[in-house]
């Protein structure tokens, strides 16, 4: 049998002499990969990323000429989303609430969805009859996102973050120090409740409730890139819910379980 090359969708990337015409090449191998929704804005956000500015610094440099090095970079980075990566992978960053934050393959990307718990967790704490000096108790923290986003809004409160993962615990620090919030979060490692020690004011999770079976459905971008310990949540998804509701009364003085 003879094999067949697949259509290089690169192809017109080269040889590019300024932004505006790089970006206009990614933006034209995206669409061609059947990314038609956010290929202009993938594209932008990717070359920016390649250039080390910001998306609308980039629109004030169409004009400048590129190196190659730097646009061999780009084509990386269009052909790794071509091939599912998400554009928050591929630039190893998430914007989510008030911070940009790091992520790797050992850490979830976090999902806008998940500001929700931010949202409600801060409507708790300022109550008047909220403690002044809140303790929080992120289980599952990954990246750190939902506990560093509450103590960058409540500069009084404490926290600690719980992870099974030494390498997301590690992001997890170096966004914490990012942030400004590093004196007042503990980073620790633990399956669930297992080496957490004391009383909290709030209990706070986003934990893996995907059932074991359906990890093979889930989309391409999800089921490639994030890591499936924190997707997978047991046969009937909810094996984590089974052990943080166990283990929350031991460790709630009075407080919220979100």
């Avoid at 942030?179 to 004011?201: H, K, N, P, Y």
Wanted: proline share 7%; net charge negative; aromatic share 4%.
């Amino acid at each position: 049998s003879q094999s067949v090359r697949p259509p290089n969708l690169l192809r017109s990337m080269a040889p590019p002499e300024s932004v505006q015409a790089l970006l206009k090449a990614g933006v034209v191998a995206l669409r061609a990969a059947g990314q038609h929704e956010s290929a202009e804005l993938d594209a932008r956000t990717l070359l920016a990323a390649a250039l080390q500015m910001t998306p609308n610094r980039l629109l004030l440099e169409l004009d400048s000429a590129i190196s190659p090095e730097l646009g061999a970079r780009f084509h990386t980075m269009v052909s790794q989303r071509i091939s599912q990566a998400t554009v928050a992978r591929i630039i190893g960053r998430r914007a989510f609430w008030s911070h940009d934050f790091q992520i790797t393959d050992a850490t979830l990307d976090p999902r806008p969805d998940t500001e929700t718990l931010i949202t409600h967790a801060l409507e708790i704490l300022r109550q008047d009859h909220a403690p002044p000096n809140p303790r929080i108790l992120d289980l599952g923290t990954g990246t750190g996102c939902i506990l560093i986003s509450l103590l960058s809004e409540l500069p009084s409160a404490v926290g600690t973050g719980t992870d099974l993962s030494p390498e997301a615990l590690a992001v997890a620090q170096g966004n914490a120090v990012s942030a400004g919030v590093a004196a007042r979060a503990s980073l620790v490692q633990s399956d669930w409740f297992e080496s957490v020690i004391g009383a909290f004011d709030l209990i706070i999770s986003n934990p893996p409730y995907i059932p074991s079976d359906d990890i093979a459905t889930l989309m391409p971008d999800v089921r490639q890139n994030d890591p499936h310990l924190a997707l997978d949540g047991g046969a009937d998804g909810l094996d984590a819910y089974r052990a943080i509701i166990a283990g929350a009364p031991m460790h709630l003085d009075e407080g919220w379980l979100i």
